[in-house]
């Protein structure tokens, strides 16, 4: 199964859930993204799902001063994007189950 197609569903979600704990600028997103296993995701998409999430109002961003380059970005959830996440968390886990369900109904459990 190509999993780029359903990263691309899930991003959002993902993006979200990774600021839910600790706000970070876009390479430090798409590095802890790869971190998690989602190896596959791409710089661009990435940061144009920050700059989409920024634009729907789910995200708050301010600039830190550094030393060693540009300034940085850093992306944080705000109330709208908590209640997102909380909201998409929750559609996620169930259509998760689903799929487990009828996985596992087959015989192909993992």
Same mark, same amino acid.
């Given at each position: 199964?190509d $999993? $780029?197609? &359903?990263?691309? @569903?899930v &991003? #959002?979600?993902a993006v979200l859930? %990774?600021?839910? =704990?600790e706000d970070?600028?876009?390479y #430090?997103?798409? /590095?802890?993204? *790869?971190e998690?296993? &989602?190896?596959?995701v @791409?710089d661009?998409? %990435?940061?144009g $799902?920050?700059r *989409?999430?920024? !634009?729907?109002g789910? &995200?708050?961003?301010? %600039? %830190?001063?550094s =030393?060693?380059?540009?300034?940085?970005?850093?992306?944080?959830?705000?109330?709208?994007g908590?209640?997102?996440?909380?909201?998409?968390?929750? $559609?996620? /886990?169930?259509?998760?189950?689903?799929? #487990?369900?009828?996985l #596992?109904d /087959? @015989?192909m !459990?993992a």
């Open positions: 199964m $999993t $780029t197609q &359903l990263l691309k @569903g &991003l #959002d979600l859930a %990774v600021l839910k =704990e970070g600028y876009g #430090d997103i798409l /590095r802890r993204l *790869r998690a296993g &989602l190896e596959e @791409g661009a998409s %990435v940061y $799902t920050l *989409r999430l920024f !634009a729907a789910l &995200l708050t961003t301010y %600039v %830190v001063p =030393e060693s380059g540009p300034h940085r970005k850093y992306y944080s959830l705000n109330a709208a908590r209640d997102q996440l909380t909201r998409s968390g929750k $559609t996620w /886990r169930s259509f998760a189950t689903t799929m #487990d369900a009828l #596992d /087959r @015989g !459990a």
